[in-house]
């Protein structure tokens, strides 16, 4: 476990790459190739990364991210296989307990990033209630760091901990689960920079929510 703060129910854990190298790759180039990629902006208009969001049928909510509103689209009959070998074979979940929705994002190199925050979109009530994320790497290595929420800091405005700060790489093929009420007793963020791998590789995670 990469934390498992029992006082807290906050829990996240990681699963190192269990799959080829070789099916890696071809999903990672469906996953360039086919995904609706969608790009957000920072406020002084840099590009901070490329999202996709899906959903099951039947449902229609867009998922934002502070002023940028990504519209729903069905899940495609090529992301099928994908979410049964992470969430079927190396999850051991039944289907009746998938998530209903999958996010996507993409970084194009080392200066995309996305700062520190908890997921905690009212579509998924993250910080009132347990929420599950299962998230999948594709690509090259990025730093992926946690830490406990400060509340109180003397600036006023959400911060962190700093000496409860870890980080991890993620590479490809890595599982990473955040559970029970980690959104709401801490923050994270995908770092700029690369991790091990050529800092101008792409990355491309994919989360599994709801």
Known sequence: AVVEDLERRSFCFLK???????????????LLAFADWQTLRSKAGAVTRSTAWYVSPGCCCRYTYGEASVQAREKPEWLHH?????????????????PN???MNLYEDESQNVGWHSDDEGLFRGCQTDCRIISASWGASRRFEIAL?????????????HDTLQGIDLHS???CSMEGAFQRHYSHQIAKGAA???ASSPAASLENLG
């Not at 994908?82 to 998938?98: K, N, P, T």
């Open 149 to 161: 929420k400060d509340r109180s800091h003397i600036s006023g405005k959400p911060s962190i901990f």
């Open 82 to 98: 994908v979410e049964a070998r992470i969430l079927g074979d190396l999850c051991g979940l039944s289907r009746d307990q998938w």
């Open 101 to 103: 929705s999958v996010n």
């Open 173 to 175: 093929g890595d599982l």
């Open 196 to 198: 091990s791998s050529p």
């Open 16 to 30: 190192r790459r269990p799959i080829s190298e070789a099916l890696l790759r071809e999903e990672f180039q469906e």
